[in-house]
């Protein structure tokens, strides 16, 4: 019980604070779309696409692997984490070293020659979040959540406070009069950079290695070896969410493709309700039914859960999109010329929070190298689709290949799963709660373009469909959480 009880604390304080940190950091793109351009704005969002692709690819799995190789060595502890930590040190040097023996080839091909500070600045940041990986991995695996939480708070907290300063209240520039001149991606950039060396100077402590540490090898080939196919997967995973923002940078033309990708990005923002609903059941209510139908063998909870999910989730995209003429001031009107996709990539996020839940028969069962395959297929979708329509249609061909993707990836998992794991799914009623709250939303959608926050009345029908259809399921589910 006491283990449990851990468990459930340690939960709440890693999943709260990155659904906080989530929220806090949302919290900032009304002030940089009001403050950026639309060119401006779609050169952050390409900068951290970048970043979020080569995170993955430098820290090569390590973290997992460290995770891993600790739990099987327990003997050398100690070696382990020397040899991970002195390991990706190295390997972040390397790094260093490349981007500026091919930084002017590199700048060239990323577009980036005229702003050459754009690219060495994320560099930067780049380089101090790889190099914090193994010291938070260090902390979760001594389950030291209070402190873990702590400095990824500061690190929100500190970028949040310095691009108000930058943007807004203009302390700094009292004392460096330079940061004045500065323009909106540096400002940016500089605020991520600042508080990214505040986190690493926090992590310091980390870096102190135990008795008997050494690096070996043979032992971090091991490591990396392991860690590899983790990398490709992740990769796979972060090409299907943002690799259509490359295709918009450099199949649209190039005087207008940082604009088009400014409004793509900042019309893609709107879907965090969705997806920060999406987290909050991943980190609370999915270990509840993983932990039951593992417990008990019985595969009916993740049906009727299904339901229910699909529900509340399906609640969530119906009242997003009749909510539009609310939501749409989260983002300045310059970019409101890309609102015609966002119910499209609700609707996306919407299968793609359904796809989290599905996703559980693989997990169960261990056959996790599934969910690379699925992965996969839809990362084809999205490439092809991309390829083939961003030229034509520009960033609605992008909306249009997320929802393909993530329905393609749903689809899949839900006949893979019952090939190989089977689970009991209501398919009529599953495909009736599909059908009419796509409908629903869509229907949404239509109605506030002419009557705006009066199209929150479809929320009522959706409302009396959700309570016929699964009163008994609630009842049900809400009695064993208590129990």
Same mark, same amino acid.
């Given at each position: 019980?006491?283990?449990?009880?851990?468990?459930?604390?340690?939960?709440?304080?890693?999943?709260?604070?990155?659904?906080?940190?989530?929220?806090?950091?949302?919290?900032? /793109?009304?002030?940089?779309?009001?403050?950026?351009?639309?060119?401006?704005?779609?050169?952050?969002?390409?900068?951290?696409?970048?970043?979020?692709?080569?995170?993955?690819?430098?820290?090569?799995?390590?973290?997992?692997?460290?995770?891993?190789?600790?739990?099987?060595?327990?003997?050398?502890?100690?070696?382990?984490?020397?040899?991970?930590?002195?390991?990706? /040190?190295?390997?972040?040097?390397?790094?260093?070293?490349?981007?500026?023996?091919?930084?002017?080839?590199?700048?060239?091909?990323?577009?980036?020659?005229?702003?050459?500070?754009?690219?060495?600045?994320?560099?930067?940041?780049?380089?101090?979040?790889?190099?914090?990986?193994?010291?938070?991995?260090?902390?979760?695996?001594?389950?030291?959540?209070?402190?873990?939480?702590?400095?990824?708070?500061?690190?929100?907290?500190?970028?949040?406070?310095?691009?108000?300063?930058?943007?807004?209240?203009?302390?700094?520039?009292?004392?460096?009069?330079?940061?004045?001149?500065?323009?909106?991606?540096?400002?940016?950039?500089?605020?991520?950079?600042?508080?990214?060396?505040?986190?690493?100077?926090?992590?310091?402590?980390? !870096?102190?290695?135990?008795?008997?540490?050494?690096?070996?090898?043979?032992?971090?080939?091991?490591?990396?070896?392991?860690?590899?196919?983790?990398?490709?997967?992740?990769?796979?995973?972060?090409?299907?969410?943002?690799?259509?923002?490359?295709?918009?940078?450099?199949?649209?033309?190039?005087?207008?493709?940082?604009?088009?990708?400014?409004? !793509?990005?900042?019309? !893609?923002?709107?879907?965090?309700?969705?997806?920060?609903?999406?987290?909050?059941?991943?980190?609370?209510?999915?270990?509840?039914?993983?932990?039951?139908?593992?417990?008990?063998?019985?595969?009916?909870?993740?049906?009727?859960?299904?339901?229910?999910?699909? +529900?509340?989730?399906?609640?969530?995209?119906?009242?997003?999109?009749?909510?539009?003429?609310?939501?749409?001031?989260?983002?300045?009107?310059?970019?409101?010329?890309?609102?015609?996709?966002?119910?499209?990539?609700?609707?996306?996020?919407? =299968?793609?929070?359904?796809?989290?839940?599905?996703?559980?028969?693989?997990?169960?069962?261990?056959?996790?190298?599934?969910?690379?395959?699925?992965?996969?297929?839809?990362?084809?979708?999205?490439?092809? /689709?991309?390829?083939?329509?961003?030229?034509?249609?520009?960033?609605?061909?992008?909306?249009?290949?997320?929802?393909?993707?993530?329905?393609?990836?749903?689809? +899949?998992?839900?006949?893979?799963?019952?090939?190989?794991?089977?689970?009991?799914?209501?398919?009529?009623?599953?495909?009736?709660?599909?059908?009419?709250?796509?409908?629903?939303?869509?229907?949404?959608?239509? /109605?506030?373009?002419?009557?705006?926050?009066?199209? =929150?009345?479809?929320?009522?029908?959706?409302?009396?469909?959700?309570?016929?259809?699964?009163?008994?399921?609630?009842?049900?589910?809400?009695?064993?959480?208590?129990?």
């Amino acid at each position: 019980m006491a283990n449990l009880r851990q468990l459930v604390r340690q939960t709440a304080l890693y999943g709260l604070s990155s659904i906080l940190g989530r929220v806090l950091n949302f919290l900032l /793109v009304p002030l940089h779309t009001m403050a950026l351009a639309k060119g401006e704005y779609g050169v952050n969002t390409d900068l951290y696409t970048l970043i979020a692709f080569a995170i993955v690819v430098l820290t090569y799995g390590m973290e997992t692997a460290f995770f891993h190789f600790s739990e099987h060595h327990k003997d050398q502890g100690a070696e382990v984490l020397s040899t991970a930590l002195i390991g990706l /040190v190295g390997s972040t040097l390397l790094f260093a070293l490349l981007f500026e023996v091919f930084f002017a080839p590199l700048s060239s091909s990323l577009r980036y020659t005229a702003q050459p500070h754009y690219l060495r600045m994320t560099a930067w940041i780049l380089i101090l979040d790889v190099l914090s990986a193994i010291p938070f991995a260090k902390l979760r695996r001594e389950s030291r959540a209070v402190r873990f939480v702590s400095i990824k708070m500061a690190l929100i907290g500190a970028n949040i406070l310095l691009n108000l300063d930058l943007f807004l209240w203009g302390y700094s520039a009292r004392w460096f009069p330079l940061l004045q001149t500065l323009d909106g991606p540096t400002k940016i950039l500089l605020a991520n950079l600042v508080a990214s060396a505040l986190m690493l100077l926090l992590l310091l402590p980390e !870096y102190r290695f135990p008795k008997g540490a050494r690096f070996r090898w043979t032992l971090w080939t091991a490591m990396a070896g392991y860690g590899f196919p983790l990398m490709l997967a992740g990769l796979a995973g972060i090409a299907n969410e943002l690799v259509d923002r490359q295709f918009l940078k450099y199949l649209l033309p190039a005087d207008t493709a940082f604009e088009q990708l400014g409004v !793509y990005g900042a019309v !893609y923002k709107l879907s965090i309700f969705l997806v920060l609903f999406v987290q909050a059941f991943r980190y609370a209510a999915e270990p509840f039914f993983f932990r039951l139908a593992r417990d008990t063998g019985n595969r009916s909870i993740l049906a009727r859960s299904m339901n229910l999910y699909a +529900l509340l989730l399906g609640g969530v995209f119906v009242g997003l999109c009749a909510g539009m003429p609310i939501l749409k001031h989260f983002i300045d009107a310059k970019f409101w010329e890309g609102l015609d996709i966002v119910w499209i990539l609700f609707l996306a996020n919407w =299968l793609l929070g359904l796809h989290a839940l599905a996703s559980m028969w693989y997990k169960l069962s261990g056959q996790t190298h599934f969910g690379l395959y699925i992965t996969l297929a839809g990362l084809v979708v999205t490439l092809g /689709v991309n390829l083939a329509l961003i030229p034509h249609y520009g960033i609605r061909a992008a909306a249009w290949a997320t929802l393909l993707s993530y329905a393609t990836m749903l689809v +899949l998992n839900l006949y893979l799963g019952q090939r190989h794991y089977p689970v009991s799914y209501n398919w009529p009623k599953l495909g009736l709660i599909l059908g009419l709250c796509t409908l629903l939303g869509y229907l949404g959608w239509v /109605v506030q373009q002419r009557f705006g926050v009066l199209a =929150l009345g479809v929320l009522i029908p959706y409302a009396v469909l959700a309570y016929r259809s699964e009163r008994t399921a609630l009842r049900s589910i809400l009695s064993r959480w208590k129990t």
